[in-house]
């Protein structure tokens, strides 16, 4: 969890805001931070910390109190928002407003996992059952008068007095102020300080991966090529890179995707922005794909603990290939047999002494036979590309970190199968 203390809120937020959301910005971001200014003014604790979100479309923000409401506006938008609501990318913080010094809104932001806090928050939320109503001075020289929510879901707004604000009140307050002080102290022990600049220039990276990341799956979806002259993949970029992105920002994006001869395009007839792919480097790509998922079935087969171990994954349950950490593996080998790199040199070598590690070499196991069959194939695939690295070429032999951990393979997998253990855990792994 990222903390940042002490900072002009507009600012920063103006800067968050421009890396993700595209539309609506200045009017949404004028609202926020109203609504901060608002609570800098007021006296109660509970009502300092706001819950804020960016998004492609627009900009979300709630009172962290409400959020643990159910069937506030702050509860249901931040539920909308952790549930995957549109797919799209989304930012998160919780925002601690301190005050107002030389005419700047000051305070601190907490970076939040949002499915997570979302999760947290259906679990532990609490029922409301009146509204207390903050009169103006013209009230009572600025009482505060409760009814219940059936009474003010009747009289709002016509029959209801002048009013500073409102809020929604639990039947338990002293079970909403622990919630909510449990919160700040879990950001407070947890956070890590960190640098305005430094996040804002992440975040900028961050979105050149992640649409790149969205690029490629609406690559993965289509089976055949479809452009109008049937020799292109063709896909719609995202809107909001197509209305936000200028062209330095598109070379960068070109420049993430595993392609030679990608460009983008402009169909006649049509305004939206695609991105497009030759048909037979998309063929190739795939097929080195396919290459790279086998590779790693055979690595997990050899010596499953010590592979898995390599890689972080820690629920030795579920497949490999369902697992972040193996996918990321599975992209760099990917990309290293369809460049031809000296990589895709080291994995053919490894294919090859797995073949060779057989116990008995005339009927070899079905483990070696399959890397047989892969190497084969491997080899087939880079002579194809031409890119096979020469024997004498420095550093042929070489093994990546990966396969020098499973040189020993039969070993490892004895060990392994003798006395399971768990991957260890990451240090930087939290429960919310």
Same mark, same amino acid.
């Given at each position: 969890?990222?903390?940042?203390?002490?900072?002009?809120?507009?600012?920063?937020?103006?800067?968050?805001?421009?890396?993700?959301?595209?539309?609506?910005?200045?009017?949404?971001?004028?609202?926020?931070?109203?609504?901060?200014?608002?609570?800098?003014?007021?006296?109660?604790?509970?009502?300092?910390?706001?819950?804020?979100?960016?998004?492609?479309?627009?900009?979300?923000?709630?009172?962290?109190?409400?959020?643990?409401?159910?069937?506030?506006?702050?509860?249901?938008?931040?539920?909308?928002?952790?549930?995957?609501?549109?797919?799209?990318?989304?930012?998160?913080?919780?925002?601690?407003?301190?005050?107002?010094?030389?005419?700047?809104?000051?305070?601190?932001?907490?970076?939040?996992?949002?499915?997570?806090?979302?999760?947290?928050?259906?679990?532990?939320?609490?029922?409301?059952?009146?509204?207390?109503?903050?009169?103006?001075?013209?009230?009572?020289?600025?009482?505060?008068?409760?009814?219940?929510?059936?009474?003010?879901?009747?009289?709002?707004?016509?029959?209801?007095?002048?009013?500073?604000?409102?809020?929604?009140?639990?039947?338990?307050?002293?079970?909403?102020?622990?919630?909510?002080?449990?919160?700040?102290?879990?950001?407070?022990?947890?956070?890590?300080?960190?640098?305005?600049?430094?996040?804002?220039?992440?975040?900028?990276?961050?979105?050149?991966?992640?649409?790149?990341?969205?690029?490629?799956?609406?690559?993965?979806?289509?089976?055949?090529?479809?452009?109008?002259?049937?020799?292109?993949?063709?896909?719609?970029?995202?809107?909001?890179?197509?209305?936000?992105?200028?062209?330095?920002?598109?070379?960068?994006?070109?420049?993430?995707?595993?392609?030679?001869?990608?460009?983008?395009?402009?169909?006649?007839?049509?305004? /939206?922005?695609? +991105?497009?792919?030759?048909?037979?480097?998309? =063929?190739?790509? $795939?097929? &080195?794909?396919? !290459? *790279? %998922?086998?590779?790693?079935?055979?690595?997990?087969?050899?010596?499953?603990?010590?592979?898995?171990?390599?890689?972080?994954?820690?629920?030795?349950?579920?497949?490999?290939?369902?697992?972040?950490?193996?996918?990321?593996?599975?992209?760099?080998?990917?990309?290293?047999?369809?460049?031809?790199?000296?990589?895709?040199?080291?994995?053919?070598?490894?294919?090859?002494?797995?073949?060779?590690?057989?116990?008995?070499?005339? /009927?070899?196991? +079905?483990?070696?036979?399959?890397?047989?069959? =892969?190497?084969? $194939?491997? &080899?087939?695939? !880079? *002579? %194809?590309?031409?890119?096979?690295?020469?024997?004498?070429?420095?550093?042929?032999?070489?093994?990546?970190?990966?396969?020098?951990?499973?040189?020993?393979?039969?070993?490892?997998?004895?060990?392994?199968?003798?006395?399971?253990?768990?991957?260890?855990?990451?240090?930087?792994?939290?429960?919310?």
């Amino acid at each position: 969890m990222l903390q940042i203390e002490n900072i002009d809120l507009q600012k920063a937020l103006d800067d968050i805001a421009r890396n993700n959301t595209a539309w609506h910005l200045e009017n949404d971001l004028g609202i926020s931070i109203g609504q901060m200014k608002r609570t800098a003014q007021m006296d109660d604790p509970t009502e300092k910390t706001l819950i804020w979100i960016s998004y492609p479309a627009g900009i979300d923000c709630y009172s962290e109190r409400d959020v643990f409401l159910k069937d506030t506006r702050g509860f249901n938008g931040v539920q909308y928002h952790a549930n995957g609501a549109n797919h799209e990318r989304k930012l998160a913080y919780a925002v601690e407003v301190t005050g107002v010094q030389e005419g700047k809104l000051m305070g601190s932001l907490f970076e939040i996992d949002l499915q997570a806090y979302g999760a947290f928050v259906r679990e532990n939320a609490l029922s409301y059952q009146t509204m207390r109503l903050f009169l103006t001075d013209a009230y009572d020289h600025g009482a505060q008068t409760v009814m219940s929510k059936q009474e003010f879901d009747r009289a709002y707004p016509q029959e209801l007095p002048e009013m500073k604000y409102w809020r929604h009140e639990p039947a338990d307050t002293h079970a909403l102020e622990e919630l909510l002080n449990r919160q700040y102290v879990v950001r407070s022990l947890e956070a890590e300080p960190g640098d305005l600049w430094l996040h804002t220039s992440n975040l900028y990276d961050e979105r050149l991966s992640y649409y790149s990341e969205k690029i490629m799956e609406s690559f993965g979806k289509l089976s055949e090529a479809n452009s109008p002259d049937q020799q292109h993949f063709s896909v719609e970029l995202p809107s909001f890179v197509a209305n936000t992105f200028h062209a330095e920002q598109l070379t960068r994006l070109l420049d993430a995707l595993p392609f030679d001869s990608t460009a983008f395009s402009i169909r006649k007839g049509q305004r /939206e922005l695609h +991105a497009e792919v030759p048909r037979g480097e998309m =063929l190739l790509l $795939r097929e &080195a794909e396919t !290459l *790279a %998922k086998e590779y790693h079935v055979i690595l997990e087969a050899f010596a499953p603990w010590e592979y898995r171990a390599e890689l972080e994954i820690e629920d030795t349950a579920n497949p490999v290939f369902d697992t972040k950490a193996a996918k990321q593996a599975i992209a760099e080998d990917t990309h290293h047999i369809s460049a031809g790199s000296k990589e895709a040199g080291y994995i053919l070598a490894h294919l090859q002494e797995l073949v060779q590690s057989s116990p008995d070499a005339q /009927e070899p196991s +079905a483990l070696g036979l399959q890397a047989d069959r =892969l190497h084969r $194939r491997l &080899a087939d695939y !880079l *002579a %194809k590309q031409r890119k096979l690295p020469e024997k004498n070429e420095p550093g042929a032999s070489k093994k990546p970190s990966i396969l020098a951990r499973l040189q020993e393979g039969k070993k490892v997998a004895a060990q392994g199968q003798d006395s399971p253990k768990t991957a260890p855990k990451r240090d930087n792994e939290r429960e919310v």
